[in-house]
């Protein structure tokens, strides 16, 4: 998998980011989300890959789109892959919930599509620490095969109750052929 020329690592984990279900689960939250909050002051993407939802996201929003990997790689890859578009997004190597502390209060949306990579008690201190009226958007699955997955949900109902939001503005599944992937909207 890793060659001091190749990175056959980071080929494949390039084509899974841009595969039809990646995709397909993050135009699904930019739809739902649009319909609940159609303008924002600045979004913050934790696990944010190679910027694929920000590029998806800025068709939509004028503002500034901050996208948190702890992947080192991600930020150069992710440059590259959004080379040529007109879009206010940057980049960060760090830990999502360290770095979303620094940028919370200019930060109305805070997403996470990437809750199954992430412990339970970090994506829970995301919602503690975000302001009173930033919205969530947040997704996960039951897809327990994926070794780097630690932190699944049995149902979009066991994923509903971990997450402990005040106000539930959508929630739903979207069915795949391997798995479900649920997505949770609120305050």
């Given at each position: 998998?890793?060659?001091?020329?190749?990175?056959?690592?980071?080929?494949?984990?390039?084509?899974?980011?841009?595969?039809?279900?990646?995709?397909?689960?993050?135009?699904?939250?930019?739809?739902?989300?649009?319909?609940?909050?159609?303008?924002?002051?600045?979004i913050f993407i934790?696990?944010?890959?190679?910027?694929?939802?920000?590029?998806?996201?800025?068709?939509?929003?004028?503002?500034?789109?901050?996208?948190?990997?702890?992947?080192?790689?991600?930020?150069?890859?992710?440059?590259?892959?959004?080379?040529?578009?007109?879009?206010?997004?940057?980049?960060?190597?760090?830990?999502?919930?360290?770095?979303?502390?620094?940028?919370?209060?200019?930060?109305?949306?805070?997403?996470?599509?990437?809750?199954?990579?992430?412990?339970?008690?970090?994506?829970?201190?995301?919602?503690?620490?975000?302001?009173?009226?930033?919205?969530?958007?947040?997704?996960?699955?039951?897809?327990?095969?994926?070794?780097?997955?630690?932190?699944?949900?049995?149902?979009?109902?066991?994923?509903v109750n971990y997450?402990?939001?005040?106000?539930?503005?959508?929630?739903?599944?979207?069915?795949?052929?391997?798995?479900?992937?649920?997505?949770?909207?609120?305050?």
């Amino acid at each position: 998998m890793y060659h001091e020329e190749n990175d056959l690592f980071r080929i494949k984990d390039i084509i899974d980011a841009l595969s039809d279900s990646q995709i397909e689960g993050k135009k699904w939250l930019v739809n739902e989300l649009i319909k609940l909050k159609p303008e924002s002051k600045g979004i913050f993407i934790a696990g944010g890959w190679y910027g694929q939802l920000a590029a998806l996201l800025s068709d939509y929003y004028d503002c500034l789109i901050i996208s948190a990997d702890l992947d080192t790689d991600s930020k150069n890859i992710g440059h590259k892959l959004l080379n040529g578009l007109d879009i206010n997004v940057e980049f960060a190597v760090d830990d999502a919930a360290t770095f979303f502390m620094e940028k919370r209060k200019i930060i109305d949306i805070l997403i996470n599509t990437s809750c199954e990579h992430m412990e339970q008690d970090d994506v829970k201190d995301l919602i503690t620490y975000k302001q009173p009226d930033t919205l969530v958007a947040f997704q996960s699955n039951n897809y327990y095969d994926v070794l780097s997955h630690i932190n699944c949900s049995d149902s979009l109902d066991d994923f509903v109750n971990y997450l402990e939001l005040d106000e539930i503005l959508y929630k739903g599944v979207l069915s795949f052929d391997d798995y479900e992937r649920y997505m949770v909207i609120g305050r």
